[in-house]
């Protein structure tokens, strides 16, 4: 599994690397600009927000290797009155034998125990799930390598703070109150990271007290809420969609932190794509503008698998193995007639990915065109010229199209207007019909050749159904890993 993109739940899987991530960019022309605090500690000792040492593993302290760790904000960094993982330790314990007659004197010991009571033992040091485990917690030195594959003398690069339950926490269970958000389009597998962070919450840290957005950013200022507990979202992974409703745009920084400051909520889990993000990232600066001790804390949602960073977003897999019930319809279709064409066109707005994947998975695909691709239809080498080849071969071809493909031909034949959606994503003209037409008025019109045109459009049924085992437990790494992060006291990261 990739280094970047799951969660150590010790006590029932196994425990692959994970990490939490910071300003990941999107692979197409967006970046999702979330929360950015890089630090190159190549030369000196690292230091966590906890203020433990994480010393680089080299020979000469001189020797500049490249190390970089691309760090996440916590609590403490804009909550003074809240310490590091050191508490009490890091005072001298002759502090502790000043006589009490000092007024000055009083304040710094009585400061002293304060800070000492602000982190907590974590409670899972007490389950028996994870009493078999070894090492039942992330070490704050902990970090994954961006790049797995490096050559001989290339400096060590980027790296990232791993997921995963850590040994002290910054909140008590009974004093959380969190919240869930679900925004942007629908994708196999939100119903699974919505159950187990309540699941998580619940089971893991004993949190009671969890509520549900509904209707996605505007749902904070302008629809109810629900109360969700363990019993409520039993079974909500069995089902596509999203359980408390979700909507593109309605995002207002101010009125969104307002209702999270008067209801006391103090754990935000949003799950969206990169516009989503960007609005977390919003809500995360306000936050500690203001100086509130609240986590925000992302889980990334994109059906494209267009995030950097993660090798694979949630939902990925469903998706790619309902896109081959279309892909074999049009195959059947297209091998019992005589020149057959098959055109299937799948989601992928900017990227490719599960036109891509789908196509290999299949191995009765004869073209797949996708955004990163340009291609052509007229002349040598064109898709007209491959098509009439395949057709005088095989007398059928099957073609998939990603829905962002050859925009820039449709914009220029269709007159196309630049309108976007309430997300700020730019809406696409219809490739699928395009290029069906396209071909049909070649090859019978100017090619006088009889074809047999059969265009399937699966593009909402492969995103609103269950996720399937592979994800589901996928969801249930990044959902718990999120879990771990906000009651550790980090915020403003994407997991």
Sequence with gaps: ???????????????????????????????????????SYSKNPLFSRQKIPIRAQVSDPAVDDGFVIDDVPHLTDFLPDLPGFDGIRVLPTSWFCIPFIHKSYLFVVFLSIYFFF?????????????????????????????????????????????????????????????????????????????????????????????????????????KNTLILTPK??????????????????????????DNIQDRGINQVYIIGGDGTQRGASRIY???????????????????DNDIAVIDKSF??????????????????????????????????????????????????????LIPESPFYLEGKGGLFEFIEERLKENGHIVIVVAEGAGQEYLAQ????????????????????????QNIKDHFTKERKMAINMKYIDPTYMIRAIPSNASDNIYCTLLAQSAVHGAMAGYTGFTV
């Design 1 to 39: 599994m990739d280094l970047s993109i799951s969660s150590p739940f010790r006590g029932a899987f196994p425990a692959p690397t994970s990490t939490f991530i910071l300003n990941p960019k999107s692979r197409c022309s967006h970046s999702l600009n979330f929360f950015k605090h890089r630090n």
């Design 118 to 222: 602000q982190s907590y033992p974590n409670p899972l040091q007490n389950s028996q799930a994870y009493a078999i485990v070894k090492q039942t917690f992330v070490r704050p030195e902990d970090v994954v390598a961006q790049k797995i594959v490096v050559q001989k003398d290339s400096s060590r690069g980027e790296h990232f703070r791993r997921a995963g339950p850590c040994e002290k926490v910054y909140f008590k269970s009974e004093e959380v109150r969190a919240c869930i958000v679900t925004c942007g389009g629908l994708c196999p597998g939100i119903n699974t990271v919505i159950r187990e962070i309540v699941c998580g919450l619940n089971y893991m840290y004993g949190v009671d007290d969890i509520l549900g957005i509904q209707g996605g950013y505007r749902g904070f200022y302008s």
């Design 232 to 257: 409520v979202v039993n079974d909500i992974h069995k089902r596509g969609g999203t359980f408390l409703l979700t909507s593109r745009g309605g995002h207002d920084t101010q009125k969104i932190v």
């Design 285 to 303: 600066e306000e936050v500690e503008k203001r100086g509130l001790k609240v986590a925000v804390a992302g889980i990334p949602k994109t059906i």
């Design 315 to 368: 939902g990925f897999d469903t998706a790619v193995e309902e896109a081959q019930r279309a892909i074999n319809a049009a195959h059947v279709e297209v091998e019992s007639v005589e020149n057959g064409i098959g055109i299937v066109k799948l989601m992928g707005r900017y990227s490719g990915f599960i036109a891509m994947f789908a196509t290999l998975a299949s191995r009765d695909v004869d073209c797949c």
């Design 413 to 436: 034949s269709m007159q196309g207007i630049d309108e976007k959606d309430a997300s700020g994503n730019r809406l696409l003209l219809d490739v699928g019909l395009w290029l069906t």
